[in-house]
């Protein structure tokens, strides 16, 4: 998986200005998934600048010229889960890598959440990434921050469409209650 540049949405506005990026993100479409679209052609800066998720986008080389091919945006994800249905080896399992409030008798937990992920369906650039590159390049992005921070899990939250659930689930993701989760981005390879 070689020929593709991250560029971290934040620094761009810093180095960049505004109006340069907006129109790199203008050229942006998913028909697929409006949601995805207009995530990063309306909200993607105003996220970043206030430091609610960080969106990186994904360039590649077309024609000798650099192309927005895809886009993925992280943040942090805190989960409560209930000590109430949990079997004995689930609650030993999650004290493993969380923190137990005696209190309200529940488990927090602090991970990744992929929270955006898409690519770009204009002018064919979708052809110049697959799926799977797309998402090892956030795993492997996520991955690399767990090396700083800790963590073992990583969180992706999608539409409850069965062609998502599928392609995530053949990742080592697992489906949950709201959430895909994936054991170890270490673990992923394309």
């Known amino acids: 998986m070689t020929g593709y540049k991250l560029i971290n949405l934040k620094l761009m506005l810093d180095t960049v200005g505004e109006d340069s990026v907006k129109t790199v993100l203008s050229s942006f479409s998913c028909p697929l998934n409006p949601?995805?679209?207009n995530f990063l052609r309306f909200k993607a800066i105003e996220f970043a600048r206030q430091g609610f998720s960080q969106t990186h986008l994904v360039m590649a080389s077309y024609q000798k010229e650099p192309v927005l091919v895809g886009y993925f945006t992280l943040a942090n994800k805190y989960i409560t889960v209930s000590n109430k249905n949990l079997s004995t080896s689930q609650k030993k399992r999650l004290a493993?890598?969380?923190?137990y409030d005696n209190q309200i008798r529940s488990y927090y937990l602090s991970a990744p959440l992929i929270?955006?992920?898409g690519k770009n369906y204009s002018k064919?650039?979708?052809?110049l990434?697959?799926?799977d590159?797309?998402?090892c390049l956030a795993c492997r992005k996520v991955s690399t921050i767990q090396m700083d921070l800790g963590g073992k899990f990583v969180y992706l939250e999608c539409e409850d469409k069965p062609f998502l659930i599928e392609f995530y689930s053949k990742r080592i993701f697992v489906k949950g209650d709201f959430t895909i989760k994936m054991k170890s981005p270490d673990n992923f390879k394309t």
């Not at 064919?124 to 052809?127: A, M, S, T």
């Open 133 to 135: 590159e797309l998402l």
């Open 115 to 117: 929270a955006q992920l």
């Open 96 to 99: 493993k890598f969380s923190i």
């Open 35 to 37: 949601d995805v679209e």
């Open 129 to 131: 990434i697959t799926g």
């Open 124 to 127: 064919n650039y979708n052809k």
